[in-house]
């Protein structure tokens, strides 16, 4: 599967732009952020999470280009993984991980199939700062942070490539309700096969790019259609496991094979605002973990 996903990607990133490459222009931007305090008031696991989207291409008309590479999505991303104990993990609980990540993504149609494909490169350990940047925050507002025991068990500097793809379908349930069946796979820092599926009750989506989250699987909007009012989401997706650095072998703590996500949320769109919130169940990602998790989901437009 690497070696497939790896051959497809690149062939994407390194093919050849046409003479009128400099009439693209930034036409999407997007941005969501995950935190488990927002959700159910702890901080542990897939503890926080930031994901950012600008996506450029020669105009929009409402549906995806036919080809790969003529819209192009540059992706950011920051997150947090920590035990349930910052100060004082138990025996078996997953290490402290810090990532930051920065990729170049296309997203094009195949004969009524979305498809999107990508490779990021994702930056581990203490050298992104990440544990530090946590630790002022704490301090600022009074609660636990990481001690320097679990700082120092982190999971290792690295620098991984990771390639994604994902291939869906739309389907019309009725004037106001869509089901969009989805398969991901992942190689990198966690290599993955997903399957899952995404149901939107309302105009939000339609004509409109939709980006995917990492850690939680809710979908934000990068270019904006004429949706105006609520929409709801909720969806899932199970996955085969192969691998993830962010439970390494050295860390003694086993990755599940299986992992499963249940996701709902709420869009609003107003004349200058627009709003979301979304509420995640992150299934058992560790052998010993004894329970999953909730993650909150929020993003805020002002638009003056």
Same mark, same amino acid.
């Given at each position: 599967?690497?070696?497939?996903?790896?051959?497809?990607?690149?062939?994407?990133?390194?093919?050849?732009?046409?003479?009128?490459?400099?009439?693209?222009?930034?036409?999407?931007?997007?941005?969501?952020?995950?935190?488990?305090?927002?959700?159910?008031?702890?901080?542990?696991?897939?503890?926080?999470?930031?994901?950012?989207?600008?996506?450029? !291409? /020669?105009?929009?008309?409402?549906?995806?280009? @036919?080809?790969?590479?003529?819209? &192009? $999505?540059? +992706?950011? #991303?920051? %997150?947090?993984?920590?035990?349930?104990?910052?100060?004082?993990?138990?025996?078996?609980?997953?290490?402290?991980?810090?990532?930051?990540?920065?990729?170049?993504?296309?997203?094009?149609?195949?004969?009524?199939?979305?498809?999107?494909?990508?490779?990021?490169?994702?930056?581990?350990?203490?050298?992104?700062?990440?544990?530090?940047?946590?630790?002022?925050?704490?301090?600022?507002?009074?609660?636990?942070?990481?001690?320097?025991?679990?700082?120092?068990?982190?999971?290792?500097?690295?620098?991984?490539?990771?390639?994604?793809?994902?291939? !869906? /379908?739309?389907?019309?349930?009725?004037?106001? @309700?869509?089901?969009?069946?989805? &398969? $991901?796979? +992942?190689? #990198?820092? %966690?290599?993955?096969?997903?399957?899952?599926?995404?149901?939107?009750?309302?105009?939000?989506?339609?004509?409109?790019?939709?980006?995917?989250?990492?850690?939680?699987?809710?979908?934000?909007?990068?270019?904006?259609?004429?949706?105006?009012?609520?929409?709801?989401?909720?969806?899932?997706?199970?996955?085969?496991?192969?691998?993830?650095?962010?439970?390494?072998?050295?860390?003694?703590?086993?990755?599940?094979?299986?992992?499963?996500?249940?996701?709902?949320?709420?869009?609003?769109?107003?004349?200058?605002?627009?709003?979301?919130?979304?509420?995640?169940?992150?299934?058992?990602?560790?052998?010993?973990?004894?329970?999953?998790?909730?993650?909150?989901?929020?993003?805020?437009?002002?638009?003056?």
């Amino acid at each position: 599967m690497i070696r497939t996903l790896a051959a497809i990607c690149v062939a994407v990133m390194v093919m050849p732009l046409d003479a009128q490459a400099q009439t693209r222009e930034r036409i999407g931007y997007g941005r969501m952020i995950n935190n488990d305090f927002i959700a159910t008031g702890q901080d542990r696991w897939r503890t926080g999470s930031v994901q950012s989207s600008r996506v450029w !291409g /020669r105009g929009w008309s409402g549906v995806l280009p @036919t080809q790969p590479g003529e819209l &192009l $999505e540059l +992706r950011f #991303g920051a %997150e947090i993984i920590a035990p349930d104990d910052l100060d004082a993990p138990a025996p078996g609980d997953r290490p402290y991980a810090g990532a930051l990540s920065a990729g170049l993504h296309t997203h094009f149609d195949r004969n009524g199939i979305d498809i999107a494909l990508g490779a990021d490169l994702v930056v581990t350990g203490p050298q992104t700062r990440l544990d530090k940047l946590q630790g002022t925050f704490h301090d600022l507002v009074g609660v636990e942070k990481a001690s320097a025991a679990t700082r120092a068990a982190q999971v290792e500097d690295a620098i991984h490539l990771n390639l994604v793809a994902e291939a !869906g /379908r739309e389907v019309d349930l009725s004037a106001t @309700t869509r089901m969009r069946p989805y &398969l $991901e796979a +992942r190689a #990198g820092v %966690e290599t993955l096969v997903r399957a899952g599926v995404d149901f939107t009750f309302g105009e939000v989506g339609r004509g409109e790019l939709m980006v995917r989250d990492v850690v939680t699987g809710q979908r934000y909007r990068t270019i904006s259609g004429d949706f105006t009012g609520f929409a709801f989401v909720m969806g899932g997706d199970i996955a085969s496991v192969a691998d993830s650095e962010f439970l390494p072998a050295a860390s003694g703590v086993e990755v599940r094979d299986m992992r499963t996500r249940l996701r709902a949320g709420v869009h609003w769109q107003g004349r200058q605002m627009a709003a979301f919130y979304g509420v995640t169940w992150l299934g058992k990602e560790f052998r010993g973990q004894d329970e999953g998790q909730f993650v909150g989901s929020i993003r805020l437009d002002l638009n003056f």
